[in-house]
């Protein structure tokens, strides 16, 4: 069994788990505290690629015109901004893949100034030990090799 060691939560962690066999499939999640995080990480699915950032890369802001303005920034740079909303009542992130202006009037018709959201470039599976730690879920159903 593999053993991550996991740094203290700074102020949020994002995690993103990209779906064994999924096809593309991820998951996104917020964690504010290590019970939190711990709950997250215990539902993830066998095989699955984890990776939990403890910087600001996925920054957290509350909604409002400069919010806007920080998203067509992420986007002149990056092609596109991950902006996720908190899903009330568990720690699931809705997310959506921003590439135009027009893309944040579909996805967030009613968003409501002062909301919560967390905004950046889509994140590679860094592991530095500080500020992101990424791995694979181990799968236990996974075919054994055998030595010859």
Same mark, same amino acid.
């Given at each position: 069994?593999? #053993?991550?060691?996991?740094?203290?939560? +700074?102020?949020?962690?994002?995690?993103?788990? +990209?779906?064994?066999?999924?096809?593309?499939?991820? +998951?996104?999640?917020?964690?504010?505290?290590?019970?939190?995080?711990?709950?997250?990480?215990?539902?993830?699915? &066998?095989?699955?690629?984890?990776?939990?950032?403890? /910087?600001? $890369?996925?920054?957290r802001s509350t909604?409002?015109?400069?919010? $806007?303005?920080? #998203?067509?920034?992420?986007?002149?740079?990056?092609?596109?901004?991950?902006?996720a909303r908190p899903?009330?009542?568990? &720690?699931?992130? /809705?997310?959506?893949?921003?590439?135009?202006?027009? /893309? #944040?009037?579909?996805?967030?018709?009613? #968003?409501?100034?002062?909301?919560?959201?967390?905004?950046?470039?889509?994140?590679? $599976?860094?592991? /530095?030990?500080? &500020?992101?730690?990424?791995?694979?879920?181990?799968?236990? &159903?996974?075919?054994? +090799?055998?030595?010859?």
């Amino acid at each position: 069994m593999m #053993i991550k060691t996991l740094p203290e939560i +700074r102020s949020h962690c994002v995690v993103l788990e +990209r779906i064994a066999w999924g096809a593309g499939q991820t +998951r996104w999640y917020v964690a504010y505290d290590a019970q939190q995080l711990g709950d997250i990480l215990s539902g993830a699915a &066998n095989g699955s690629a984890i990776s939990c950032y403890f /910087d600001d $890369r996925l920054k957290r802001s509350t909604w409002s015109m400069s919010t $806007r303005q920080e #998203i067509m920034d992420v986007v002149k740079t990056s092609g596109d901004c991950v902006v996720a909303r908190p899903v009330a009542g568990s &720690n699931l992130l /809705d997310v959506a893949f921003v590439a135009g202006e027009n /893309d #944040i009037d579909e996805f967030f018709p009613a #968003i409501r100034e002062g909301e919560t959201v967390f905004l950046g470039a889509f994140p590679g $599976r860094d592991d /530095d030990g500080v &500020n992101a730690v990424s791995w694979i879920v181990p799968d236990s &159903n996974a075919p054994k +090799r055998i030595p010859h």
